[in-house]
């Protein structure tokens, strides 16, 4: 069995290295450069407007409250549902693990990451809006395979034809898109995930006569246990479908990362006279990394920027194409509309989350800014529990937290990933037989609690680096589309001139929802 595991490894590390190092990150940044270049700086430019429209919005009903129509969600309700995906693991063992193996300036380069992932990912979502449709029980169905398919094919305007031939071409991808996200709805949104929980429930909430009940290889009986709980606790809400998972969702996921901010922002104050030694190193070791062990420069700095980009897009998925299939969902008639709340969502989980966690780490004297080396005993799954377990010491409260959390952010990540899996199954084998792929995922979620961490951990991002390489040539060769959307939209709705709205690839679903929409404006 180990034989097999280490040989699984082996190849799996292959693959990670040519797809993230050779080509992944160059597509990945070079993808959000090109839609922020398109969109005119749309993050920036038009800062005020999206933010009034997503966070300034969460008093509205319109967004807020649930929908009557059972064939989509609120735009809030799918915002919470990407959260619960994206704001997992990779929030606080990711961040660890970025700063560990690519020392403080890898946060530099997360941040990075993010901010041209605003706009991939407001991309995926302007995309699939526009490309979604209704499957056999009248649910939206949306997703990179979907503008893959039929964005690739052709499409045709009625005062312009714009046309790509690839009709072949865009029918392999998505298709290739679609394995890679059920694979991935496996790793990243399983395996990954219920392996953190598990390290850090054992290591918090501590039994022994479970924990020293060894069955095979580092493999106990509290392994066991805890796989089955959480694989009936999946059970439970993700065959309730996603009106069951986002209702879930908007509940938890607020709470969740409001509860770790504030967390967060007490260990930060306590240690207040690290702030500003903590923030000079992420931007100095951004571009003049500390050699932990050696080695020249440049290097140095490719191991940097290869951790913070890897890590970044681990926690924010902007790239992947994997949250679009939840917003696709919404109640929305403009594809900008939930394009922005993309930009939202990145920006929370990378700008505000992840940062908090990274400050945390920093400022706790745990990780030392002028060697890169840990405290005695410490390593990267455990230090942000260790960096609150050293302000909440008394019976381990800190630790404590951060297990908690860290089965919050792990579990709603799991549902989350398995409504993008179930979308992908869809498209592939029809609606009908989504149960099965359920059934599947369900069962995989227990794996997560047996494999090593570093060997779950690769998978993860071996299956997320894959999913996103269709997916980009996809956003790259519809980005002209990407723009017209949003310049239609800015005239609109910023610029109030009265022209006719872009809406989406099928007539019936434009004529629809065109009327609507300009009598809004």
Known sequence: MQAFLNKFAEINGVINDFVWVKIGLIILIGTGILMTVLSRFFQLSHLKHWWKNTVGSLFDKKVIGHTKDKSSISPFQALCTALAATVGTGNIA?????????????????????????MTNYSENVLGIYFR???????????????????????????????????????????????????????????????????NVKKAFDIKPLSDKILFGDISVYNIILGVVIMLLTGIIVLGGLKRIASFAEKAVPFMIILFVLG??????????????????????????????????????????????????FSNEAGLGSSVMVHSNSDVK????????????????????????????????????????????????????????????????GEKFIAIAM?????????????????????????????????????????????????AWDISDTFNGLMMIPNLIGVITLSPLVAKITKNYVSRKIKKEKIKPILSYDENIQNATEEAVMNEQ
């Open 94 to 118: 990711g961040v660890a693990a970025a700063i560990v193996l690519g020392g403080a300036g890898a946060v530099f380069w997360m941040w990075v990451a993010a901010f041209f992932g605003m």
């Open 133 to 199: 449709r209704k499957n056999e029980k009248g649910e939206w169905s949306g997703g990179a395979m979907y503008y893959l398919q039929d964005g690739l094919g052709g499409y045709k305007f009625e005062d312009k034809n714009i046309k790509f031939g690839f009709k072949k071409f865009g029918k392999f991808l998505a298709i290739l898109f679609s394995c890679f996200a059920i694979l991935a709805s496996f790793g990243i949104g399983a395996m990954g995930q219920v392996n953190k929980i598990v390290l």
């Open 264 to 313: 967060s922002l007490t260990i930060i104050a306590y240690n207040y006279q690290n702030i500003l030694p903590a923030l000079k190193s992420i931007f100095v070791t951004a571009f003049k990394p500390v050699a932990i062990e050696g080695g020249i420069i440049g290097t140095l700095i490719s191991r940097v920027i290869t951790q913070g980009f890897k890590r970044g897009v």
């Open 334 to 397: 403009e594809p900008v509309q939930q394009g922005m709340w993309g930009i939202f969502e990145v920006f929370a989980d990378t700008m505000v989350v992840c940062t908090m966690t990274a400050l945390v780490v920093l400022t706790s004297g745990l990780y030392n800014l002028e060697t890169g080396k840990l405290a005695k005993g410490l390593e990267d799954s455990t230090l942000v529990a260790s960096a609150f377990n050293s302000v909440f010491s008394w019976g381990n409260i």
């Open 407 to 455: 089965f919050l952010f792990a579990f709603t990540t799991v549902l989350g990933w398995s409504h993008y899996g179930s979308k992908a199954w869809e498209y592939l084998f029809g609606e009908k037989s989504v149960f099965v792929f359920k059934i599947i995922h369900i069962c995989t979620v227990f794996f997560g609690a047996v494999l090593t961490s570093s060997l």
